[in-house]
């Protein structure tokens, strides 16, 4: 009886050995099957037409916790199909997977498998294969599906609400555009703009602050951009066309924007010596050249002149209107001040103003009223005389 009772204690320790070494073969065999690395990607079915090349996004995790270094191939692939891996710019044939610090968690790798479709490939659905290994047997295997269709699974587009706009030179203009990509896979656009010498194109993603060169669209998504033209200071008056496109792999989107010009509407009025200050004597008319200069780039036609003089003062012009003037040219005018008959002696400001409904300029100019030298001339032969008078008297009375 305490035999068989020996006996049985060590048949349940070998067997629970035996167990135990069962598990652990087991449990790499386990790990083993489920592979240390995950290989994926958002869109493993998608249509397109012969002849194009498309790209699809990879995503690679770990499943163990541990860091791998992932061999990439293609294991199936229709006949004279080609496909390669790309990381950013360059061709690759691995990429390392790090341990993530949650082992749920996906490791984000800039990694995509690049497809090119001959152009007579006929109509139907292909299969393709690619591994991801990690070593040690450990390999996952992404299945993915080819549609190829001789119907055009969606035109993307580049387009602006208001793609015409209209402002005077010195205006930057700002357009609201939208990429829509319809293709099936995501699409990677260059940015471009033919503007005219000098001109100033920027393309703005909606949201952001940065200029960029180009973006990316999602899939079946759109991207808000804003492009702003800035034409530079000089430009003259007329209408110009900027083009701009979005070009990828799939895709040339052109956009066509237009801007009118209405040209610059500037005046000045000064001198011709630039002097803005003369003398005036009471009740006397002053004579003094106004040199007006249209510094815009857009003729100026029905010029006023006005003015605003102290009170009881008279200002006149030769000319108080100007038909027409010319961009960048000068006319010059008189103007005629007279101060008031009690006039006291000192300065006084006279304004002078030329405008039209679309430009306006003026000067403040320093009137010096200045005693008239016929009293002075008649104080002084008073004086004389005075003078004159009293040396006669002290000579004929002075000795009595």
């Known amino acids: 009886m305490r035999c068989r009772k020996i006996w049985s204690r060590k048949t349940g320790a070998a067997a629970a050995a035996a167990l135990a070494a069962v598990w652990m ?11 240390g690395v995950d290989i994926s990607t958002a869109y493993p079915g998608i249509t397109v037409k012969a002849g194009e090349s498309v790209s699809f996004p990879l995503d690679f995790a770990s499943l163990d916790g541990e860091g791998h270094d992932v061999a990439l191939s293609v294991t199936e692939l229709p006949e004279d199909w080609s496909g390669y891996f790309r990381g950013k710019s360059s061709e690759i044939t691995k990429v390392h997977v790090n341990a993530p610090t949650d082992a749920a968690e996906a490791e984000d790798i800039d990694a995509e498998f690049s ?21 040690a047997g450990q390999t996952d295997t992404l299945e993915l599906e080819v ?9 993307s587009n580049f ?5 015409e706009q209209q402002g005077a030179s010195g205006t930057a203009f700002s357009f609201d555009t939208t990429i ?5 896979t995501n699409q990677s656009y260059s940015l471009a703009a033919e503007a005219p ?33 800035t034409p530079p200071e000089d430009v003259e008056k007329g209408t110009y066309t900027i083009p701009c496109t979005a070009v990828s792999a799939n895709d040339t989107l052109t956009l066509e924007l237009s801007v009118d010009i209405t040209g610059t509407y500037e005046l000045q009025l000064s001198t011709p010596d630039g002097r803005l200050s003369f003398d005036a004597y009471e009740n006397k008319e002053s004579s003094v050249t106004l040199s007006i200069t249209n510094t815009g780039n857009v003729d100026l036609t029905n010029l006023n002149l006005t003015s605003s003089a102290p009170t009881d003062w008279e200002v006149r012009f030769d000319e108080s209107t100007i038909d027409a003037l010319e961009a960048g040219a000068t006319k010059e005018i008189t103007a005629y001040v007279k101060p008031c008959e009690d006039a006291i002696t000192g300065d006084y400001v006279t304004s002078i103003t030329v405008s039209n409904s679309e430009a306006k300029a003026g000067a403040d100019f320093r009137v010096s ?28 009375y002075g000795r009595r």
Do not use: M
């Open 25 to 35: 073969a087991a449990v790499p065999a386990a790990a083993a099957e489920k592979g």
């Open 115 to 135: 497809l090119s479709i001959p152009a007579e490939t006929g109509e139907g659905v292909y299969e393709l294969a690619l591994e991801a290994d990690a070593g």
């Open 147 to 155: 549609t190829v269709s001789a119907e055009e699974s969606g035109q």
């Open 159 to 163: 387009t602006s609400e208001y793609p």
């Open 180 to 184: 829509v990509n319809n293709r099936g």
């Open 197 to 229: 010498a000098g001109w100033q194109v920027t393309f703005t993603p909606s949201g952001e602050s940065a200029n960029v060169a180009n973006l990316s669209v999602d899939a079946g998504g759109s991207q808000g951009i804003t492009i702003g033209v």
């Open 369 to 396: 009223v200045k005693t008239s030298t016929t009293w002075g001339i008649a104080a002084i032969a008073v004086i004389v005389v005075l003078v004159c008078g009293l040396g006669f008297i002290f000579k004929k």
